[in-house]
């Protein structure tokens, strides 16, 4: 698995992986992150990765993150 590229954003780190016959895109927040696997018949690279991963995406990867926050935290009360 190699990095072919990170995608900037203020508070998450995205990156971009490709493996195989597969694209592998993974945000970071903190001590928690999310993959998301995509094959070569579901995107047509990079570029088209990033018309993916746009705003509405990320805002819904974030969500997800405070979801999983919430959840940290209660399971260490």
Same mark, same amino acid.
């Given at each position: ?9 203020p508070?998450?780190?995205?990156? =971009?992986f490709?493996?195989?016959e597969?694209?592998?895109? @993974?945000?970071?927040?903190g001590?928690?992150? /999310?993959?998301?696997?995509? +094959?070569?018949e579901?995107?047509k690279?990079?570029?088209?990765i990033?018309?993916? =991963?746009n ?6 990867v974030? @969500?997800?993150f405070n979801?999983m926050?919430? /959840?940290?935290q209660?399971? +260490?009360?």
């Amino acid at each position: 698995m190699r990095i072919i590229a990170s995608i900037p954003h203020p508070s998450i780190s995205i990156s =971009v992986f490709q493996m195989n016959e597969k694209y592998i895109v @993974k945000f970071e927040a903190g001590p928690m992150e /999310q993959a998301f696997k995509f +094959t070569t018949e579901q995107v047509k690279g990079l570029e088209h990765i990033k018309e993916i =991963v746009n705003d509405a995406f990320i805002e819904n990867v974030r @969500k997800r993150f405070n979801e999983m926050y919430l /959840q940290l935290q209660e399971s +260490t009360k």
